[in-house]
């Protein structure tokens, strides 16, 4: 999709901040997701080409279909079948999260990635706590 790095990074912001507002309602220490196991998976699956969670985001935003890019590959992108388990989740403990959310929606193929970052980048703005 050819994003911009502030845009790319806003994102990759965000969806930090709502794994940790469902972890932490969820009783997770927020310390633990700082950590290696929290952020440096993190960062590993949003900047590293090997991950194979970023590879499937990346082919779905250039316009593939996911059952195309599924077929394709001969390991397992977890992301795609947990997508909705975090989101019922996310229910479960009333928790609003609006990128995890959009990548879920655009998983289930009810949203596109084009819409979906249109659609974040004008969600207003909140303070920051």
Partial sequence: MHLGNNC??????Q???????LATKMGAKP???SGLSGSGDIMLTCFVNLSRNRN????????????EILDSMNQVAEGVSTAGAVIALA???NV???????????IDNELTPKRAVMELMNLPQVEEV
Wanted: net charge positive; proline share 2%.
């Fill in 91 to 93: 229910q479960k403990y």
């Fill in 15 to 21: 969806g930090c901040s709502e794994i940790r507002w």
């Fill in 56 to 67: 499937v985001g990346l082919r779905l935003g250039s316009g593939e279909k996911l059952g």
């Fill in 8 to 13: 790319m990074a806003a994102l990759v912001a």
């Fill in 96 to 106: 609003k999260l609006p990128v995890l959310t959009a990548v879920a929606r655009i």
């Fill in 31 to 33: 310390t633990t997701l």
